[in-house]
């Protein structure tokens, strides 16, 4: 399987953090190919620049490669996509996030029940 990791997701599997579940971890290591989107770092260093995240904006981009995880750039195909979604879900990150997924397609790992409504390609953890 192949997966868009969602924002929070690649920070908790960067972060080591308990919050990624077992049932998440196994499936990152068990995955053929794991993607972290550009917009995953956008995201990231917005949040870092408004005081809602404290890390190293370094740090997040080389942890793609060190994991073994492959950049996801967005592409026209992926902006023009959002016009496809119903308005269920306000954030544009998670929208664009999810644009890539179904454009690609690659099953896309999230915490954010909210989601599910779009795709069955979004895998709760």
Same mark, same amino acid.
């Not at 879900?89 to 909210?114: S, V």
């Given at each position: 399987?192949?997966?868009?990791?969602?924002?929070?997701?690649?920070?908790?599997?960067?972060?080591?953090?308990?919050?990624?579940?077992?049932?998440?971890?196994?499936?990152?290591?068990?995955?053929?190919?794991?993607?972290?989107?550009?917009?995953?770092?956008?995201?990231?260093?917005?949040?870092?620049?408004?005081?809602?995240?404290?890390?190293?904006?370094?740090?997040?981009?080389?942890?793609?490669?060190?994991?073994?995880?492959?950049?996801?750039?967005?592409?026209?195909?992926?902006? +023009? $996509?959002? =016009?496809?979604?119903?308005?269920?879900?306000?954030?544009?990150? %998670? #929208?664009? !996030? +999810? $644009?890539? =997924?179904?454009?690609?397609?690659?099953?896309?790992?999230?915490? %954010? #029940?909210? !989601?599910?409504?779009?795709?069955?390609?979004?895998?709760?953890?």
């Amino acid at each position: 399987m192949k997966f868009l990791l969602d924002t929070h997701v690649y920070l908790w599997w960067l972060a080591d953090s308990r919050s990624l579940s077992a049932a998440a971890r196994n499936k990152i290591a068990g995955a053929d190919m794991i993607y972290v989107s550009a917009a995953t770092i956008w995201e990231a260093i917005i949040k870092i620049g408004i005081g809602k995240l404290d890390a190293d904006p370094t740090g997040i981009v080389r942890g793609i490669v060190e994991s073994g995880f492959a950049p996801l750039p967005v592409t026209p195909d992926h902006a +023009l $996509a959002l =016009a496809k979604l119903d308005n269920h879900h306000k954030d544009p990150f %998670d #929208r664009i !996030l +999810l $644009a890539q =997924a179904i454009t690609e397609p690659l099953y896309f790992l999230t915490a %954010d #029940r909210a !989601l599910a409504r779009y795709s069955d390609l979004v895998v709760e953890v």
